[in-house]
């Protein structure tokens, strides 16, 4: 049952990091092809394995409470919900998909789960790195700052546009979720590296015990 376990969790990671690597891949060769006109359609190139991979992110969840990862899952549970909730309401808005910012942001989550999974990988394999670790609870937790500001401007940048649209009911009503959503978001995120942070120094502590043994 261990082996079952253990196999499962490998290939579900294995998985996320060869989708957000083939996500990676494809953006960069559009931009260097195209230029900055590969901005505007960054979700019709991307979108469903971008999609597929964020659903796919609601297991681990399930993952953390079962106990086959270790991590926290407070902070894991926010991560999924509002990049979830984000990614819905861009799929919602055709208007809002071929903007700059959602290229931003879809670069943004691709770069942060592919400096998370390796590590994941590594601690499945039990063959932690130090490089790995660092990378997972510092380079990390600054690049997630800089994607929920991201995020904040994609939530300002659509409540805009549901402005100038707000005579259909629809729009009105997600026009006031969002209101709503932002001062969520924002104690959301700082929830969310207030527990990071406790994480990484038990890590990390956690590192220096195994290395003075």
Same mark, same amino acid.
């Given at each position: $049952? !261990?082996?079952?376990?253990?196999? %499962?969790?490998?290939?579900? &990671?294995?998985? *996320?990091?060869?989708?957000?690597?083939?996500?990676?891949? &494809?953006?960069?060769?559009?931009?260097?092809?195209?230029?900055?006109?590969?901005?505007?359609?960054?979700? %019709? @190139?991307?979108?469903?394995? $971008?999609?597929?991979? *964020?659903?796919? @992110?609601?297991?681990?969840?399930?993952? #953390?409470?079962?106990?086959?990862?270790?991590?926290?899952?407070?902070?894991?549970?926010?991560?999924? $919900?509002? /990049? &979830?909730?984000?990614?819905?309401?861009?799929?919602?808005?055709?208007?809002?998909?071929? /903007?700059?910012?959602?290229?931003?942001?879809?670069? !943004?989550? &691709?770069?942060?789960?592919?400096?998370?999974?390796?590590?994941?990988?590594?601690?499945?394999?039990?063959?932690?790195?130090?490089? $790995?670790?660092? #990378?997972?609870?510092?380079?990390?937790?600054?690049?997630?700052?800089?994607?929920?500001?991201?995020?904040?401007?994609?939530?300002? *940048?659509?409540?805009?546009? +549901?402005?100038?649209?707000?005579?259909?009911?629809?729009?009105?009503?997600?026009?006031? +979720?969002?209101?709503?959503? !932002?001062? +969520? +978001?924002?104690?959301?995120?700082?929830?969310?590296?207030?527990?990071?942070?406790?994480?990484?120094?038990?890590?990390?502590?956690?590192?220096?015990?195994?290395?003075?043994?």
């Amino acid at each position: $049952m !261990l082996s079952i376990r253990l196999s %499962y969790i490998f290939l579900y &990671n294995l998985f *996320q990091f060869c989708g957000h690597t083939w996500i990676l891949a &494809n953006t960069i060769a559009r931009f260097l092809t195209f230029g900055q006109d590969a901005l505007a359609d960054t979700f %019709y @190139s991307v979108g469903f394995v $971008m999609s597929l991979c *964020q659903l796919l @992110s609601i297991l681990e969840l399930f993952h #953390i409470a079962d106990g086959i990862e270790k991590a926290r899952l407070l902070p894991r549970f926010i991560q999924v $919900m509002e /990049k &979830n909730g984000l990614l819905v309401v861009i799929i919602l808005l055709e208007e809002i998909q071929s /903007k700059p910012v959602v290229c931003v942001q879809f670069f !943004l989550w &691709n770069i942060l789960d592919l400096l998370r999974y390796p590590h994941e990988l590594l601690c499945v394999m039990d063959a932690p790195s130090i490089s $790995m670790l660092w #990378i997972r609870y510092s380079l990390w937790i600054a690049l997630y700052i800089l994607s929920v500001a991201n995020e904040v401007v994609t939530i300002y *940048q659509t409540l805009i546009y +549901l402005g100038q649209t707000a005579s259909h009911s629809a729009s009105t009503h997600l026009f006031i +979720l969002l209101r709503l959503y !932002l001062p +969520l +978001l924002t104690l959301g995120a700082t929830v969310t590296v207030w527990q990071l942070l406790k994480e990484r120094q038990q890590h990390l502590e956690k590192w220096s015990k195994s290395k003075r043994k």
